[in-house]
């Protein structure tokens, strides 16, 4: 019996991952990291529902439709993250635990990608250790989703 459904959810161009910036974002496409993560929620007791987008209209409305279906989420919204106010605020109304996951580090790159408008809605924020930040997000979700101090828990 599965402990409930676990958002992932991806934004611009990293439909290209394994194609786009190797250097940047590695030789992993975006199914070897989705079915990472399925596997590792899995042998954690979740389930795991997985979408990308190109569309910011597209992921607010995924946002929306997990309210309530889901019991957490790991986000990549790629270059949304930095200017998206429709994201933030769909993530304001989403009430469980939200991990915000990059690749690379936003912080050590250009200066418009020091900025995220996820940050303040998401429980944390997981970015810089290549395909390990999204193993990273699924302990850390994981740890929040069975923490006694979880409301949903």
Sequence with gaps: MSAGIVLLLHGPNLNLLGQREPEVYG???????????????????????THQSNSEGDIVDRIHAARGNTVGMILNSGAFTHYSWALHDALR????????????????REEFRHTSVVAPVAAGTVAGFGGLSYDIAVQALTALLTSP?????
């Design 27 to 49: 030789n992993a496409t975006l199914a070897d990291h989705e079915t990472r993560v399925a596997s590792l929620l899995k042998s954690a007791g979740y389930e795991c529902v």
């Design 93 to 108: 109304l989403y009430a469980a635990p939200i991990i915000e996951v990059h690749l690379s580090n936003p912080g050590s």
């Design 149 to 153: 101090r979880n409301p949903t828990a």
